[in-house]
């Protein structure tokens, strides 16, 4: 049967009207209803265990499904197992994919056990209106649903947020609070925020968010050692190193990584060296070692004292050591070309067209691409009483 189908796909040419294209998306319509009723079955069954998958979202990821369509795929089968009129018409095509999901998106978990018994009554209804017209006509019954279960408006939760990955890579942060979490994140927000910094508000309420992560990170007490910092798991290409030209992606994701963002991260990191041969055997591996170890760190602290970058006072706590000569270009470990700089300067100065160096007084000497160079001074000793 499938091969039919892949013989038919094949020779498919839909022609590009507005009477084929509409009878194109109902096609497809029916089609996912089908296999969402197939995937519902699949899932009560357990056969996605049978291939070692953890989940049935699981599985179809692993058979070439998007993250979120598998979510959201998984999801729907699920609500039309109580809803059998609702897939029966979807099915059948008197119902369409959008009709289906406005339906479901105005069902919400209070409502479940009376749309149970108003379902046969109430999805007929909806045939043949549009997409907006299902979904008001849906608001409306949710409204009499809620008076008739008695129920006082449902109170916002405390605390909601969501944070997505996209295609790209972007990742996405949205969420609600009640007003205590909300006036707690907006009073860390505002002291790590740069009011100096020439960045837009966005960027720089952005760029406090990330710091308030990286201190936590920093300085969480779960595993042991002076500097654990279980950020991000990198890999990166061997033969880059030294280059101007770094290879490197995100363990966990395999999303690439630009080449400044990966010799920052190279500056203060745990490595593992890991040869690999033919088919990706492994070679040879050695253990973790650091960068900067713990007696150099703190060395730079009782020396640097903050960020070094001119008029920058952020603690060593918020800060990340620096390779004035790159880790990535064959730069030294060694005080002589450390200093410390906070999150913020750090991306700065491996950005395209930035160069940097220490005079011999320690003088950090900073040269912006378009722009005359940043004098800072060198680090103050404690004074004498």
Not at 140 to 166: C, K, N, V, Y
Not at 185 to 195: E, F, G, Q
Not at 206 to 216: E, L
Not at 243 to 272: F, K, M, Q
Request: overall charge negative; glycine content about 8%; charged content about 25%.
């Amino acid at each position: 049967m499938f091969d039919a189908w892949a013989e038919q796909i094949d020779e498919l040419e839909i022609p590009v009207d507005a009477a084929s294209l509409t009878r194109a998306v109902a096609v497809y319509g029916r089609l996912h209803a089908k296999l969402a009723a197939a995937v519902d079955k699949f899932e009560t069954r357990l056969l996605w265990d049978l291939d070692g998958s953890t989940s049935m979202i699981a599985w179809l990821k692993a058979r070439g499904m998007w993250a979120g369509d598998a979510a959201t795929l998984t999801r729907v089968a699920r609500q039309l197992r109580s809803y059998p009129t609702l897939a029966e018409l979807w099915i059948s095509g008197e119902l369409s994919q959008g009709q289906v999901k406005a339906i479901l998106a105005c069902v919400r978990e209070r409502h479940r056990g009376l749309f149970e018994t108003h379902e046969a009554a109430v999805i007929p209804s909806l045939v043949g209106l549009s997409v907006d017209d299902t979904h008001t006509a849906m608001l409306r019954w949710r409204e009499r649903a809620d008076a008739e279960i008695d129920l006082d408006p449902p109170a916002d939760p405390p605390r909601t947020a969501s944070h997505s990955q996209t295609l790209g890579g972007r990742w996405y942060l949205d969420g609600s609070f009640e007003a205590e979490g909300g006036a707690v994140i907006d009073t860390a927000i505002r002291v790590v925020t740069d009011s100096n910094s020439t960045r837009l508000p966005g960027e720089r309420r952005a760029d406090a968010i990330v710091d308030i992560c990286r201190y936590f990170l920093d300085n969480q007490h779960t595993h042991t050692g002076t500097r654990n910092r279980p950020h991000l798991n990198i890999v990166i290409n061997g033969d880059s190193l030294g280059t101007d030209h770094l290879v490197g992606e995100i363990a966990d994701t395999r999303l690439p990584l630009d080449s400044p963002t990966l010799s920052r991260l190279l500056c203060d990191c745990n490595i593992n060296r890991a040869v690999l041969g033919a088919n990706s055997v492994l070679l040879d591996y050695s253990l973790a070692t650091r960068t900067i170890s713990s007696g150099l760190w703190n060395a730079l602290v009782v020396r640097d004292r903050h960020c070094r970058y001119p008029g920058c006072d952020r603690p060593p706590k918020w800060c990340e050591g620096h390779h004035v000569t790159w880790f990535s270009r064959g730069g030294p470990t060694n005080p002589k070309n450390l200093i410390l700089l906070c999150s913020r300067h750090h991306h700065r100065l491996h950005a395209k067209g930035w160069d940097a160096w220490l005079e011999p007084d320690g003088e950090l000497v900073i040269k912006p691409p378009y722009s005359a160079p940043i004098r800072g001074s060198p680090p103050r000793q404690p004074c004498a009483v």
